[in-house]
């Protein structure tokens, strides 16, 4: 499979990324080359092979829900780019 | 102190009183500024690391200490240390300070090591040659014209130019074994989950995992039981037993030959084979077949890339990291601060992961490679039944110069041909230097083992360590 720089565009915005016209293109290219290569697992036959997700074969334990000490408010807004005393700040999404 | 021998001789030295803590961190310290063209360390904690010297040379003297009392040991930056600066050698972590400190490092700490600072690696531990920092390329102290590999290239280099007695990397496909082979140290990948990756940046989960750079054998198991252990903060943690002196006397090693094939530089192969005639002498040496490693490198690209795309969507902008100052909607807050933040090659391979899980294409490139992955694991469950340890190259070639393959990903990708499979499978391999190339560049060879058998490879280590005359 191969992918267009049409296709690239759409990507990148799934990706939430921004590339100029000569950055898709050579993007194109280099993913082109990487999925052509990634297209030789098609020599395999895997019809009756179940997924693997993970390599150790872990099986998942409850514990009880207990509430615990987390990070703090204050620890947290340390590393924010723009807050008040309660929340992340960020552009306004709604418009009227 | 920089005829370091290992940690049972320092420890000696500094119960006797024979060598100063204080002293020695002095020289690391006055060694890494005079080594900064390397460019080993994103930072480096001086007053700190004196502060813990003071403090764990009177706990030596007291006769109560760690079990790492004394190791000066450097930290890869994806792990966080609580108040210390993270970047993942990014720029969209420039300013991140960790609120925590990592259950890995932590453990280190509780043992009286000195953590001396944070080194370089390729950005989000993703390269092979840690040229993909955003705070410049590290060079091979052993040919500064040379890449040291990646991703954990600036602990390797630390700990290759003497900067620190011990280094950590974390090991997603190579990223500790690659540069261990590229600088002339030993690296160990452990089993998927026997260190806690709590505290640890998340590049592809299923596949991360946290071990040491090592000069000798005997300083590997001694940290290797310090970083071990389930953690309740890490649910895929898994407890084990402790590593052993384990005798290997009887033990039977398998080549495979799918590693031997083509694309093996010539001089690591007439290398290999030498060693292995020396082996021959004291093991059972068997060929045996992996025959679907070859897809190892397509299934790795596919799996890393789309955990990698989902474990980066953290990064927008919002509640930590570089925020774009062009955010006329949230949308464009996004979009302006990841690609401003990351860089090309993070880019790429968000790219690509979000190409090969979006609908459509889903079953065609990411479930397939799931299957692969099992197809592979059964490669190893057969062998394994057959042979303990697996030997083959850590890498096709000796360490490459620098800007040589930055401008073809996929030839860069293929680096990671022969160290993928013990990441896709979960089982610990270990890259130990058996000796130079005619460029005087260290050559690795690896052992891989099967899950939770850490001790035969430290064994066979020790083994080569004591047996073999470098060339």
């Known amino acids: ?96 | 102190m920089v005829l370091y021998r290992d940690h049972d001789e320092k420890l000696d030295l500094l119960k006797a009183g024979k060598l100063s803590l204080l002293e020695n961190v002095k020289e690391f310290l006055k060694r890494i500024d005079a080594n900064k063209d390397i460019n080993a360390f994103n930072f480096v904690f001086e007053k700190d690391a004196l502060e813990s010297a003071e403090i764990i040379q009177e706990k030596i003297k007291s006769g109560k200490f760690g079990k790492l009392a004394g190791m000066v040991i450097a930290i890869k930056d994806v792990l966080s240390i609580q108040n210390k600066p993270l970047t993942c050698s990014s720029k969209i972590l420039e300013n991140f300070h960790s609120v925590y400190t990592a259950t890995a490092v932590q453990k280190l700490i509780n043992e009286d090591a000195v953590i001396i600072g944070k080194t370089s690696c390729d950005e989000f531990a993703m390269g092979s040659s840690n040229e993909n920092s955003a705070f410049g390329p590290v060079k091979n102290p052993i040919d500064k014209t040379r890449v040291p590999g990646g991703s954990s290239g600036g602990s390797a280099a630390a700990l290759a130019a003497n900067l620190c007695d011990a280094s950590i990397g974390t090991d997603t496909g190579g990223s500790i074994r690659q540069p261990a082979a590229f600088t002339g140290l030993i690296g160990l990948k452990p089993t998927y989950g026997r260190v806690s990756r709590f505290g640890l940046t998340a590049y592809a989960s299923s596949f991360d995992s946290i071990g040491p750079f090592a000069k000798n054998s005997s300083d590997l198991p001694k940290i290797m039981d310090v970083l071990s252990g389930q953690d309740l903060n890490d649910s895929t943690s898994i407890s084990s037993s402790s590593i052993i002196d384990e005798d290997i006397s009887k033990i039977k090693i398998g080549v495979p030959k799918e590693f031997f094939a083509a694309g093996l530089d010539t001089e690591i192969k007439s290398r290999i084979d030498q060693i292995i005639s020396i082996l021959e002498k004291n093991f059972e040496i068997v060929e045996i077949e992996l025959p679907n490693t070859k897809y190892s490198i397509a299934a790795y690209y596919i799996l890393t890339t789309a955990e990698a795309s989902s474990n980066l969507s953290r990064y927008d902008g919002v509640r930590y990291g570089h925020r774009s100052k062009s955010n006329i909607n949230l949308q464009d807050l996004y979009e302006s601060s990841r690609s401003e933040g990351f860089g090309d090659e993070v880019k790429r391979r968000i790219m690509l992961g979000t190409y090969v899980l979006s609908a459509g294409y889903y079953d065609a490139y990411y479930r397939k490679a799931q299957k692969v992955r099992r197809i592979i694991k059964n490669d190893f469950e057969k062998a394994f039944d057959k042979v303990d340890l697996i030997l083959s190259p850590t890498t096709p070639t000796t360490a490459f110069k620098i800007g040589e393959k930055t401008d073809d990903p996929l030839s860069m990708y293929l680096n990671d041909i022969y160290t993928t499979p013990a990441n896709l499978v979960g089982i610990p391999a270990i890259s130990i230097p058996i000796g130079n190339d005619s460029n005087n560049l260290p050559i690795g060879l690896q052992f891989m083992a099967n899950i939770f058998e850490e001790s035969k490879l430290i064994a066979v280590s020790k083994f080569i360590e004591n047996n073999l005359v470098k060339k």
């Open chain 1, 1 to 96: 499979m191969s992918v267009n720089n049409k296709q690239v565009e759409q990507i990148a915005k799934l990706a939430r990324l921004k590339f100029d016209e000569n950055e898709i293109e050579n993007l194109t290219k280099d993913m082109n080359k990487i999925l052509d290569y990634m297209d030789q697992l098609n020599e395999l036959d895997t019809d009756n092979i179940e997924p693997l997700s993970h390599p150790l074969d872990l099986s998942n334990v409850m514990r009880e829900d207990n509430l615990k000490e987390s990070i703090s408010r204050d620890d947290v807004f340390k590393n924010a780019p723009s807050h008040n005393e309660e929340f992340f700040k960020v552009p306004k999404v709604i418009n009227k």
